[in-house]
Every structure is written in structure tokens, then in C-alpha cells.
């Protein structure tokens, strides 16, 4: 199972000092917890994309091409790519350069975004946004496992003996997520092809996550890729700790209430029993992680939330180095018990690169 960070890139005030970073801070600030990341032996860090302010991350592989030359083992993702408003074109030629760069430790999330004003900037609508998603994704995917594509649809100018370049490395093209959390359409996408289904949780009560989860593994097993069981599940989570559960929950309240998200509505308290985030010790975060797998069953991917809402870059960190020494031990442990045989994990560019060879030789035979 897979650990590791996400980040939405937000630049936002810290309501306890009434200071905002700089652009150049909050970049700089994501590299840093990218780096801590794979300092305390953590496996993913992911960040999303947005075009619109208060959020920076405009270039997602700019900034992860970046982060693989800093480090070596640490798998580089998206928390959102947007399928919708970018061209699949350059997508597939974006993302497979990445892979090159980083020796393949590269995945992403495709998702559609929810910000309506982004789409007309792009030259699209928000209303087509679930036909933009199934078609430029079947596009996309295309491209990356045909040298030669003829292409026409209803979103983007024909292809004619179209060759994206660089080809994916090993021939191999990079495992996709489909991230959502509220549209049935695109947890079936993900499902029809096979492709893992992230769950973006940490708004939502777990009633509305595990409909989604439900649906996309049952239609996993429909299309013939395995049980519901073998399902390639992730989830999000949101976390503030302390080794004092009262110090963290008056820490981040001031966070929390000026959040724009979070605050103004229900107290913290009543938003904690309802969604993943969790304000307090480490003990406090491994048991609310735990109850996940009772929710949702057993999955592949858990990303934690530890900045955002204008938390600084040092109690971020800080938050990463007890993720690194306290949680995710024990819940690399918790999760690996009773965890069936059969249950998969998390794939990566050497495990598909495994099974493509292993097809490859069953289908030739021996002689080959």
C-alpha cells in the first residue's frame, strides 16, 4: 500500500500572523514537502493543477520534472490533470517526457475540474465537461499504445497518422488514476478501463464516498478486469497533529474557521465525525485511518492533506516528519494484516512493465 502527500497549492493568509506568501513562497514551499516526503519514507507526493487564483499549480510537470531531478525513489503524481480544458495531445507528449525524465515514477489523476469560469479560458464548456472527459481520455490513451493514430471526435481538430513523441518509456504508458467525487459517469470510466478510481474524500461523509467506491468496483468486476475486491482504490486525507490532541485542535481551528472551504458552517468538532480529517494526536490519525479499510475495504493508495488554508511550510513539515515516524509505520503494518493474497497492490511503472512481458510471453509461447 502506498502513502504519501497531495497538495492543492492554494496561496492563502495565515490568519494567526495576517501574512499571505509570495507565489514564489508557496512554490518553493511544495518542492519542500515533496522532498520531506521522501526524507521520512513516505511513497507518493501528488499536486493538483488549477489556472485560477489563489492556487499556483498552472505547470504540474514543470514542477514534478523538477522534483525528480531532487529525488530517487519517490513516485510523482497529479492530484488532478485536467482531461477536460488540456489538449490530450499534449498530455500524452507532457506526461511521457516526464516519465523519461523521472525513470518512471510518474502517475496521474485525471480529472475535470470544478472551477466553471476555467473552462471558457480554455475555449471549452463546463456543460460538456463529462463528454470532454470520456472523450479525450479514449483519445489520450490512444496515444500513448499506438505509434500511429487516425483520430476524429467532437472536441478537438482530426488526427491523421498522428505519432505522439517521446513514446512512453518501455513502451508503457503511465498508470491513470480517475479522480471524482460526486459523478457515477466517471468512477465507470475508470472501471471500464481498468484504471484506478481516487476518491478525493476529505469533504465528504463516508455514506457518499462508499456509493462511488461501490459502483466503481462493481463495475470493475463487470468489465472482466478481477473481483470487486481487486479493485485499484485510493483515498484521501486530512490531517493536524500534535502530541497533544488539545493543542492541535486549538492550533488549527483558527485554520480551519477561516478556511473557505471548511469554515463558517458546522463546528470543527461535528466536521471531524463527518469527514476524514482528523485534528490530533498521531494515535488519533492511524485510528481514523484504520476505519477507512472498514468503510471502503482494502485499497492501494491513502494521500494525506497537510497544508493549504494558510499553514506554514514549517508546521507542514513538521506534520510530515510525524507522518514519517509515527503513522504510516504502524499503518503499513495495520493494513498489511488479514489484507487477502489477492488484493493488489498499487501499480507502478515496473510492475506493468512485469505484466506487459509476462501477456507478451504467454501469448507467443515458449518458442518465442
Known sequence: MQFGIFTVGDVTIDPTTGRTPTERERIKAMVAIALKAEEVGLDVFAMGEHHNPPFVPSSPTTMLGYIAARTERLVLSTSTT????????????????????????????????????????????????????????????????????????RFRTPLQGFTSTPRPLDG?????????????????QAAYYGDGFFHNNIFWPKEHTKKLIDLYRQRYAHYGHGTPEQAIVGLGGHVYMRPNSQDAVREFRPFFDHSPVMGGGIPMEEYMEQTPLTVGTPEQVIEKTLTFREHF??????????????????????????????????????FAKHRPADVPDAPTHASLRAARDAERAHTTGPAA
Open 297 to 334: 475495504g482494502d485499497y492501494q493508495r491513502q494521500l494525506f492533506m497537510v497544508d493549504g488554508g494558510g499553514i506554514p511550510l514549517e508546521t507542514a513539515l513538521e506534520q510530515i516528519e510525524m507522518l514519517g515516524a509515527e503513522v504510516v509505520p504502524v499503518l503499513r503494518q495495520e
Open 172 to 188: 508503457v504508458a503511465p498508470f491513470v488514476w480517475h479522480g471524482s467525487i460526486r459523478s457515477p459517469e466517471i468512477a465507470e
Open 82 to 153: 485536467l482531461i477536460t480544458t488540456n489538449d490530450p495531445v499534449k498530455i500524452a507528449e507532457d506526461y511521457a517526457m516526464l516519465q523519461h525524465l523521472a525513470d518512471g515514477r510518474v502517475d496521474l489523476m485525471m480529472g475535470r475540474g470544478n472551477t466553471g469560469p476555467v473552462y471558457p479560458w480554455f475555449g471549452k464548456d463546463i456543460r460538456d465537461g463529462i463528454d470532454l472527459a470520456i472523450e479525450n481520455y479514449a483519445l489520450l490513451r490512444r496515444l500513448w499504445r499506438e505509434d500511429v493514430v487516425d483520430w476524429e471526435g
